[in-house]
C-alpha cells in the first residue's frame, strides 16, 4: 500500500481518525491537503498551500510525515511551528493521537534551542565556583533549586520547571554552544541538550519552532556537535517565514557585547573581586598581558560607542533610530584589540587552574565570535544590508544605543540555504495568498523560477455567508489624518456601541501599544457599567490572560501584534472581532524605511507593492479568530474608514469572504 493510499485509508469515513472521535466527518480539504503533502514528500518538490480555517491543516501534513517517517527509516522530517508556545500545544493535542491510532516505531519528538536546557557542568560550577561570576551570589537560592530539579526532570527543559527562577540563575545555568566541552564535558552522557539529540537523532518527525530552525539555517556548518540535517521540513505559519528569518540572519552589537564577556574575566565587585583573572598570578607574564589586552579592549570599546552614541544623537531626530550608510568613526582600532584580548585569554590556559580551563575556553570562542561579528559589521560592501542605530531601554530602565544588521531581501539567503533538490520544503498557512495568488509570497521567500513548487488553495469548509456578519465604515476619523487622543474619541462610541450589541466576547484590535493604552483607560468606566471583564495585553502572559477572556464568556479584551493570530477560541466566548485601524507595518520601522528607498530607487511602489499585500495578510489573520468552528456566529467590525475611501481599501475587502455587510449600520452591496 502505497503513501496516498495510507493516507485515504486514515481519512476515511470509515477509517481510524474517524472510529476515534466521536461524531467526525470526513473533510474534503483536509484529505486533499494531505495527498499534496504525501506527493511532495515522495517526489521530493516543494508545496506551498493556503488551507483556510476548519480544514485541519496540522493532521492533514502530520500523519503524512509519520507515515513517510515509518517507510523511510534513514530520513528526518522537521515539522516547524511559528513559537514554543504552539510547539508545545503540537504535543499535548494532536500528537498524542497520531501516536495512538498510527503506533508508529520511529519516535514523535520535539525539539528546542540549545538555551532552554539545563547544563549540569554550568550549573555545578556556578555553585561551586561563584568567585568567577559576578551574578552567582545574588542567584544562589536559584541555583540550588535548579540543582534539586536537576536530580528529578527527565527533560531539563525550563518549560519543564515547577517553580519560579530568575533569569540571571538560568543564564548561569543554560547549554551553550559557546561553552560546550561536547564529548570532554564529563556530564556529556548525561547532559538534557545532548539526550534529547541523540533521541531526535533516532526519531522520524521532529518538532522544531521556527526560530530554531533558520537560526540552526544561519549557523549551519558552525560547532555543528549535535545538530540534526533533515531530509524534509513542513513549515506551518508559513507567513512568518519572512520576518523570522530575517530575524535569525540579522545581528546585533551594542557595547555591553563585549562588557558582559569582560566582566567574566575580571568584575571588581563591591563582595569582592570576580571572574577568572583573579583565580591566576598576577605577577605572571601571561596575566599582566591579559590586563593590558582587558584594559585596552575596555578603552577601544568606551571609545568606538561613545562616538556612535554622539553621531547617533545628532542625526536621530525625533526617531527612535538612525540609519547608518557610513561609519562615523574608526573602527580598526577595536577590531584590533578584539582580537588581542582572544589571543591573550588564550595564552593563559598555561597558567591557569584546572577548575577554570571550561571557562576559559569558553571566554575565548566568544570573544573570537565577537570578533568575527565586528569583521562582517564593518566590511565595506554592505549593499545587501540595512545598518543602524537604535536606542534601547534596560531592565534597570537606563537608555543605550545598539547597531542593528539585517538582510534587505531574504530570498537569496533562503535559495542558498534552504531550497536544495531531494529536501522538499513544504510551507502552509491559512493566510499565505493575497490578492487570490501566491505571487507576492513566493517573491518575499525567494522562489522564482529556479526554484520548483507546486501550489494550492483550499478553501476553508466553513459557511461565512451564514456564519460571519461584516461591519464597515466611512463616517469615523481617519487614524492617519488625526492624533491618537482624538482618533480614539471619535471611534469609541462605535466600540462601546458594539460591546453593547455582543452578547458573547468582544476583541479589539490594535496596531500600536499607545493606541491601545490609551483606548483601554477609556473603555474601564463603560465596561464596568455593562459589567464586562476589561482585559489588555501585557497584563500578564499572553496564555492566562485567553484563558481568562474564555472563561469570562464575554470579556472584553484589547491586544496587538501576537494577538492578530494564534488565538483560538471557539464559541460565545470571542463574538466579535474589532478591528480599529489597517494594518499597515509602521514606516518609521528601520528595516521597512531601508527597504522603501531601495524599492524607490529602483522605480517599485514599495507601499502599494510591499506594504498593502503584508497588511493584507495580517488582516486575514485578524479576521480568522473569529469562526473557529462549524457552529461559531459572530460580527467583524473595521473601524478604519479607508478601506471604503481608498483605492487600495478594494483589495481589503476582497479578502473578506461573501457574506453580510452593513456600510454605517445600513445593509450594502459592494458589488452594485
Known amino acids: 500500500m502505497g503513501l496516498a493510499d495510507e493516507v485515504k485509508r486514515f481519512f476515511a469515513s470509515d477509517g481510524p481518525l474517524s472510529k476515534a472521535l466521536d461524531g467526525h466527518e470526513p473533510r474534503l480539504g483536509q484529505l486533499e491537503l494531505a495527498l499534496k503533502v504525501s506527493e511532495s514528500l ?21 500523519v503524512p510525515a509519520v507515515l513517510f517517517a515509518e517507510a523511510n527509516p534513514n530520513r528526518h522530517i522537521f515539522i516547524a511551528t511559528k513559537t514554543i508556545v504552539l510547539q508545545d500545544q503540537l504535543l499535548k493535542k494532536d500528537i498524542p493521537l497520531v501516536r495512538e491510532l498510527l503506533n508508529p516505531k520511529r519516535a514523535i519528538v520535539s525539539l528546542k534551542g540549545r538555551s532552554n536546557y539545563l547544563s549540569l557542568r554550568r550549573l555545578k560550577l556556578a555553585i561551586e565556583q561563584p568567585q568567577l561570576f559576578h551574578e552567582a551570589g545574588k542567584a544562589r537560592n536559584d541555583l540550588k533549586n535548579l540543582r534539586t530539579w536537576a536530580s528529578t526532570t527527565q527533560t531539563g527543559e525550563r518549560a519543564d520547571l515547577m517553580f519560579e527562577t530568575g533569569d540571571t540563575a538560568w543564564e548561569l545555568a543554560q547549554s551553550d554552544w559557546q561553552n560546550c566541552r561536547f564529548t570532554k564535558c564529563p556530564n556529556h552522557k548525561d ?15 521532529i518538532i522544531v519552532n521556527h526560530a530554531l530552525f533558520f537560526t540552526r539555517l544561519a549557523f549551519s556548518g558552525r560547532r555543528a556537535q549535535g545538530s540534526i540535517d533533515f531530509s524534509s521540513v513542513i513549515l506551518d505559519e508559513a507567513h512568518e517565514i519572512e520576518d523570522i528569518a530575517t530575524e535569525q540572519f540579522s545581528q546585533t552589537l551594542s557595547d555591553r557585547s563585549l562588557t558582559r564577556i569582560l566582566r567574566r574575566i575580571d568584575h571588581n565587585a563591591a563582595d569582592g573581586n570576580k571572574g577568572i583573572l583573579p583565580r591566576i598570578d598576577p605577577r605572571l607574564p601571561e596575566a599582566i598581558a591579559l590586563m593590558k589586552a582587558i584594559e585596552a579592549a575596555r578603552h577601544q570599546n568606551e571609545l568606538f560607542f561613545s562616538a556612535i552614541d554622539s553621531w547617533f544623537e545628532a542625526q536621530r531626530g525625533r526617531e527612535a533610530f538612525a540609519m547608518l550608510d557610513t561609519w562615523p568613526c574608526e573602527t580598526e582600532p577595536l577590531c584590533k584589540s578584539i582580537k588581542e584580548l582572544g589571543t591573550a585569554i588564550q595564552e593563559i590556559k598555561t597558567i591557569a587552574p584546572d577548575a577554570i580551563l571550561d571557562e576559559i575556553d569558553s571566554l575565548a570562542n566568544r570573544i573570537f565570535d565577537l570578533g568575527s561579528e565586528l569583521g562582517a559589521w564593518f566590511a565595506v560592501d554592505q549593499q545587501e544590508y540595512a545598518r543602524w542605530v537604535e536606542e534601547q531601554m534596560s531592565s534597570k530602565g537606563s537608555p543605550f544605543v545598539q547597531m542593528k544588521r539585517a538582510p534587505l531581501d531574504i530570498g537569496p539567503i533562503l535559495r542558498k540555504h534552504l531550497y536544495q533538490k531531494g529536501r522538499p520544503v513544504i510551507m502552509t498557512s491559512a493566510t499565505i495568498a493575497t490578492d487570490n495568488s501566491f505571487d ?11 526554484v520548483n513548487v507546486k501550489k494550492s488553495i483550499i478553501e476553508s469548509p466553513f459557511q461565512y455567508h451564514k456564519q460571519m456578519t461584516l461591519e464597515l465604515h466611512d463616517n469615523l476619523p481617519d487614524p492617519s489624518m488625526t492624533p491618537t487622543d482624538a482618533w480614539i474619541n471619535g471611534i469609541l462610541p462605535e466600540i462601546v456601541r458594539g460591546i453593547q450589541h455582543t452578547e458573547g466576547g468582544c476583541l479589539i484590535l490594535f496596531t500600536s501599544i ?43 479584551m484589547l491586544g496587538v ?10 464559541g460565545t466566548a470571542l463574538s466579535r472581532v474589532i478591528v480599529t485601524r489597517l494594518p499597515f507595518e509602521s514606516p518609521n520601522d528601520p528595516l521597512t524605511r531601508a ?17 498593502v499585500p503584508r497588511a493584507l495578510v495580517r488582516m486575514k489573520q485578524g479576521w480568522g479568530r473569529l469562526i473557529r468552528s462549524s457552529i461559531d456566529c459572530g460580527v467583524i467590525s473595521i473601524l478604519d474608514p479607508r478601506i471604503l475611501t481608498k483605492r487600495y481599501g478594494e483589495r481589503f475587502l476582497a ?12 445593509p450594502w452591496n459592494q458589488h452594485g
Open 42 to 62: 515522495e517526489s521530493g518538490g516543494n508545496l506551498v498551500a493556503e488551507a483556510g480555517t476548519g480544514t485541519g491543516k496540522t493532521l492533514a501534513y502530520l
Open 191 to 205: 547532559c538534557f541538550y545532548f539526550k534529547a539529540t541523540r533521541t531526535a537523532a533516532k526519531a522520524g518527525v
Open 440 to 450: 507576492f509570497f513566493l517573491s518575499r521567500v525567494g522562489i522564482d523560477d529556479t
Open 514 to 556: 499607545a493606541a491601545m493604552k490609551n483606548c483601554h483607560a477609556k473603555l474601564v468606566y463603560p465596561c464596568k457599567e455593562l459589567r464586562r471583564r476589561l482585559l489588555i495585553q501585557g497584563q500578564g502572559p499572553m496564555a492566562p490572560l485567553i484563558h481568562d477572556f474564555s472563561k469570562a464568556g464575554n470579556g472584553v
Open 561 to 570: 501584534e501576537s494577538f492578530w493570530q494564534g488565538i483560538d477560541i471557539r
Open 595 to 611: 527597504r522603501s528607498s531601495l524599492a524607490e530607487e529602483s522605480g517599485s511602489r514599495y507601499f502599494m507593492e510591499v506594504s
Open 655 to 666: 479578502c473578506f469572504p461573501d457574506c453580510p455587510t452593513f456600510r454605517n449600520g445600513v
